[in-house]
C-alpha cells in the first residue's frame, strides 16, 4: 500500500512544529495498517520535509520505503543552495527515484501530481486553503477515491 505526500511549499517554522507530531503520526498509523511506501513529489517546502521525516522514521518502522517523484531532470536547477543540499541529502535516503520527464515542459508538475495520486491510495497533506498545486494534487486524488489526511487541521 503506498500513500503520497502533498503540501505547500512556503511553511512557517513555528507551523512545521506544529504539523510535525501530526505527520509522524499519520505516517505511524498508515505504516501499522500496511502502507509501506511514501512518495515525495521532490519539491521545496512539505515535499521535502515529509520526505526527511520518513528517512528519519525507517529504524522505528522496518521496511518503511522513501520514493521521489521527480517531475523532470533538473527541476532543482534554479533552487538557492540551502534547498538544494536538503533535496541532494533526501535523494541519497531515497529508495527510488522515478524522473518522470527529461525536460520541463508546461504541466509537468501537474503530471507528477497525478502519477503520485494514481499510484497510491492514500494522501498525506498539508493544505491550509486557497489554490495551486496542492489543492490540484488534492482533488484529484479524491477524485481517484484515495484516502486524504490534512495534518494541517485539528
Known sequence: MVCCFTGHRDIKADDLRRIKPRLIGSIESLYREGYTVFISGAAIGF?????AVTASMRAACPGLKLWL???FR???GC??????????????LCDKEIVLSERYYRGCYQMRDRWMAEHSTACIACY???GGGTAYTIA??????????NIWDD
Not at 47 to 51: G, K, M, N, S, V
Not at 81 to 90: Q, V
Not at 140 to 149: D, H, M, T
Open 69 to 71: 517523484a521527480v517531475p
Open 128 to 130: 491550509s486553503g486557497g
Open 74 to 76: 533538473g527541476h532543482d
Open 79 to 92: 533552487w538557492n543552495e540551502p534547498d538544494r543540499s536538503r533535496f541532494l541529502a533526501i535523494s541519497q
Open 47 to 51: 515535499d521535502t520535509y515529509a520526505a
Open 140 to 149: 484529484y486524488a479524491l477524485k481517484l477515491g484515495l484516502r486524504v489526511i
